[in-house]
């Protein structure tokens, strides 16, 4: 007998609706399948065959995260289907600073009420970040809440787990002054400042649709970007030179997260005119009469992840990183000192 409550239905959640939802999905889900995945959809937990070939020592390295209001853009313009990238983006862009390489992934969205065609449409999206960043996804889960959120939003979450041999996770007390950061270009404001990027630009639909010749594009299509996934380059780096750190450059910019990757009583110290500042930055910071330093600690101003490599493997290491379809350029250099980041 199939599943249904008429009584659970006139409180406001659909059961039917979500069994479409995952009819919908499935083909979504199904691309992102890798030889490690030993279960279907609909179980109660995924089952995952880690491959341990060249791994003595296995340490799996979790991380999640969401979206936050940049899903507020997605509302407005009505468009679902990207966010899911930034989703998968903000948890394996973590995960592969210590050297892990993204396993799978499983996510959660909390719908104010279920529109299978919807709900299909932003699993589109996490499954194309999963397949950008190598990992399978083998579950999720979506919870109808009426009275918790509007009926027309959402929100999303996730979480991805990868594995790294112990001997190989990166040890940032060898960085040492003399070192060499790289910054990775990113592919625009990513999935963090949006609370301060929607105070700057009042955003509506009619603002969201203003076309901006610096941009090249609409506001809206410029902010809801995808975060870039950065794995395949960190993959590929990693296989070419000896990496000292990873920074994954997201909430709080330059100042808070480079500071995380460095040993005590060593600082990077940047040129502010080595840094590629995307335009989008520029116009954030003009429209807002916002203050460089504040820029530099919100934002990724352009660079979406930062590496460091002994002076030596620098040209090695750039060469890594373009191979892999990234732009990447020298950010700075470290030295010795206690203030974290110096931009001058």
């Known amino acids: 007998m199939k599943s249904f409550s008429e009584s659970y239905k006139e409180a406001g959640v659909d059961v039917t609706a979500g069994y479409k939802a995952v009819e919908l999905m499935k083909a979504h889900v199904a691309k992102t399948m890798t030889s490690g995945v030993l279960s279907g959809l609909g179980g109660f937990g995924g089952l995952f065959e880690l491959d341990m070939t060249g791994i003595n020592k296995p340490v799996l390295v979790s991380g999640t995260d969401g ?7 997605a509302f407005l313009m009505d468009k679902h289907n990207t966010v899911g990238i930034d989703c998968v983006a903000m948890c394996v862009n973590d995960i592969i600073c210590c050297g892990a390489k993204p396993q799978f992934f499983l996510d959660y969205i909390a719908v104010g009420k279920n529109y299978p065609e919807k709900v299909a449409d932003i699993v589109s999206g996490v499954a194309e970040g999963c397949v950008q960043s190598g990992c399978a996804l083998i579950g999720g889960e979506t919870a109808e809440m009426p009275g918790f959120y509007p009926v027309d939003e959402y929100d999303l979450a996730g979480f991805a787990v990868g594995v790294v041999d112990k001997d190989k996770i990166l040890d940032p007390d060898s960085q040492k002054s003399g070192d060499i950061m790289i910054g990775i270009k990113s592919s625009g404001v990513h999935s963090n400042g949006f609370s301060l990027v929607r105070k700057v630009f009042t955003v509506s639909e009619q603002n969201l649709a203003r076309h901006y010749g610096d941009l090249g594009t609409t506001l809206g299509e ?9 794995v395949k380059a960190v993959m590929n780096l990693l296989d070419a030179v000896t990496v000292k750190s990873i920074s994954h450059i997201t909430g709080g910019g330059f100042y808070e997260n480079i500071p995380r990757s460095l040993p005590k009583g060593i600082s990077v110290k940047i040129e502010r005119s080595a840094v590629q500042v995307l335009p989008i930055f520029e116009l954030i910071a003009k429209t807002g009469r916002i203050p460089e330093r504040d820029m530099f600690n919100t934002f990724n101003m352009g660079v979406g992840m930062t590496v460091v490599v ?35």
Do not use: F, M, R
């Not at 979206?67 to 853009?73: N, Q, R, S, W, Y």
């Open 67 to 73: 979206v936050g209001t940049k899903l507020k853009i």
């Open 222 to 230: 410029c902010l809801l970007t995808p975060t870039k996934i950065y």
């Open 310 to 344: 002994d002076k030596n493997d620098v040209d090695k290491a750039i060469a890594a990183i373009k191979a892999a379809g990234e732009e990447a350029y020298v950010l700075g250099e470290l030295v010795n000192s206690e203030e974290g980041v110096i931009i001058a």
